[in-house]
T-cell receptor, first 112, second 114 residues
Framework: DQQVKQNSPSLSVQEGRISILNCDYTNSMFDYFLWYKKYPAEGPTFLISISSIKDKNEDGRFTVFLNKSAKHLSLHIVPSQPGDSAVYFCAARDSGNTPLVFGKGTRLSVIA | GAGVSQSPSNKVTEKGKDVELRCDPISGHTALYWYRQSLGQGLEFLIYFQGNSAPDKSGLPSDRFSAERTGGSVSTLTIQRTQQEDSAVYLC????????????FGEGSWLTVV
């Protein structure tokens, strides 16, 4: 049973436009959410996070939105750049002693 | 070290052989995690260590998998009698404390069982 779902395996966006990556979760106990970015042959790197007490967190070109009632979060990248092409993983955890739960990832391709 | 270091970076092994994968976490990080990513799959949690103890081993796929951590630092993931379905990238991560939400990954060990 997947607790964190990324239903779009891939997304293609033109350079300069907005990229929107979506993530849904089923566990209502999750209270912290993270996005990781992974380039080929490298380990995932932390990108941005959001606590359940917030509905938005912004860091430069990256913004994460959280809709708790819908159990949905999204990552917005604007403007998208070719270097943003990577696999993006959504992750979540609860406040207990449990490790991060990851989604299957969305492969973003930013076309110049 | 500056980052999480994993070895070997690539390993091709014959079905039935044992393999050992090593992880050297960021210096001072007390929590260490093993995940794996099979083709087309997300990051599957295997096991974590807080210090040298592994409170939860339920993520290990079978009893052929084991892991240990000594001295609160280096960890070894051992897969006995490897099967083709064990082929995956095995990712190690560490964090400064388990309640810390950001974990830092190594580059992974690519295992291919032929």
């Amino acid at each position: 049973d997947q607790q964190v779902k990324q239903n779009s395996p891939s997304l293609s966006v033109q350079e300069g436009r907005i990229s929107i990556l979506n993530c849904d979760y089923t566990n209502s106990m999750f209270d912290y959410f993270l996005w990781y970015k992974k380039y080929p042959a490298e380990g995932p790197t932390f990108l941005i996070s959001i606590s359940s007490i917030k509905d938005k967190n912004e860091d430069g070109r990256f913004t994460v939105f959280l809709n708790k009632s819908a159990k949905h979060l999204s990552l917005h990248i604007v403007p998208s750049q070719p270097g943003d092409s990577a696999v993006y993983f959504c992750a979540a955890r609860d406040s207990g002693n449990t490790p991060l739960v990851f989604g299957k990832g969305t492969r973003l391709s930013v076309i110049a | 070290g500056a980052g999480v270091s994993q070895s070997p970076s690539n390993k091709v092994t014959e079905k039935g052989k044992d393999v050992e994968l090593r992880c050297d976490p960021i210096s001072g990080h007390t929590a260490l995690y093993w995940y794996r990513q099979s083709l087309g799959q997300g990051l599957e949690f295997l096991i974590y260590f807080q210090g040298n103890s592994a409170p939860d081993k339920s993520g290990l796929p079978s009893d052929r998998f084991s892991a240990e951590r000594t001295g609160g630092s280096v960890s070894t993931l051992t897969i006995q009698r490897t099967q083709q379905e064990d082929s995956a990238v095995y990712l190690c991560a560490s964090s400064s404390g388990f309640v810390t939400n950001t974990i830092y990954f190594g580059e992974g060990s690519w295992l291919t069982v032929v």
